[in-house]
């Protein structure tokens, strides 16, 4: 039967080559056994994550090395082909890298890394708590090997705990789509898509934190600042992190990106957080730049350097 006998040629088109190629070809279907970790030389983590409520589950199996690298990566899942596809992702992203290191990839990541185009979502914005689940059972595998509750690896307050998005998530992805609707964005985060308790109060326990509060909250403010646009902030440290990513932006811009694209090659800024008094800058290399040997010390140096000088000194450049 041809695909477009089975779903809509329309929303087939939705999903990337990249997922459609994991999804029916998965390279880490399966699962490691005690053994087969040993003989690699590290010791078997396996963690579960699911939802019941829409019944898609995800089992990853680890086999990490007394340092912490991951040796090898596997999965087993109930859920949809999204959901195979982004476990497969998952776990090639995974392979190779420390917990640590595998504890700072997100849902966003895995989206991007299924990606055909870089500027192209791999999935329909209702497919993307499958990402999600992705994300969350990393961090469920690597609260097991550390022998910690899953919860106190949350450096973000959590919303939707069903989806497990975060407020965070819930306000860029209001800013970066221009979300004016409850509706969008529960279709963009799946936040709100199940138990519905985290959309409004009322019929369930009371949680501090309410899509349509943060809406209103998130629209208000950027109204505040289309009307102060011409405005600049007198320091870096003084702008939202929303105008902090529009700055370093503009620097790449100026000060990097031509030395990048000489060479066949770019960076992307992926991510942008607050820790420790400090602004964490994400990137991703493109291009050429990708396998370069020096990307990994000689480039990120000189970005790093680049963006101290123009913006702040605090700035903490962090490749993904």
Not at 76 to 87: D, L, M, P, V, Y
Request: charged share 30%; hydrophobic share 40%.
């Amino acid at each position: 039967m041809a695909k477009n006998e089975l779903i809509g040629g329309t929303l087939w088109e939705s999903y990337s080559n990249k997922v459609n190629d994991h999804m029916l070809n998965p390279r880490h279907l399966g699962e490691i056994t005690e053994a087969e970790a040993k003989k690699l030389g590290g010791k078997l983590v396996v963690a579960d994550w699911g939802a019941e409520v829409c019944g898609d589950a995800i089992r990853a199996f680890w086999a990490v090395s007394k340092n912490g690298k991951i040796l090898d990566a596997r999965f087993k899942t109930f859920g949809c082909g999204t959901a195979i596809a982004s476990s497969d992702m998952m776990c090639e992203m995974i392979i190779g890298k420390t917990v640590d290191e595998a504890m700072k990839i997100t849902n966003i990541d895995v989206e991007r890394s299924l990606r055909d185009e870089e500027d192209k979502a791999a999935i329909p914005p209702q497919k993307m708590h499958c990402s999600v689940m992705a994300y969350d059972v990393i961090r469920k595998a690597a609260s097991t090997y550390k022998g910690v509750d899953m919860e106190s690896l949350d450096e973000e307050e959590i919303v939707c705990q069903c989806a497990r998005v975060s407020l965070r998530t819930v306000k860029e992805v209001i800013r970066i789509n221009d979300l004016k609707t409850v509706e969008e964005i529960v279709q963009f985060t799946k936040a709100g898509a199940f138990c519905k308790s985290c959309i409004r109060p009322g019929g369930h326990e009371a949680r501090k934190h309410y899509l349509v509060d943060i809406l209103r909250e998130e629209r208000a403010a950027m109204d505040r600042e289309k009307m102060r646009e011409g405005e600049a902030p007198k320091s870096f440290s003084a702008m939202s992190l929303i105008q902090r990513h529009r700055a370093v932006e503009k620097a790449l811009d100026e000060k990097v990106r031509h030395s990048l694209l000489k060479d066949g090659g770019d960076v992307e800024v992926v991510d942008m957080k607050e820790a420790g008094g400090a602004t964490q800058v994400y990137i991703r290399y493109l291009g050429a730049c990708k396998g370069c040997p020096s990307a990994a010390i000689g480039t990120l140096d000189f970005i790093a350097e680049i963006l101290r000088k123009e913006l702040d000194p605090s700035i903490e450049v962090l490749p993904v």
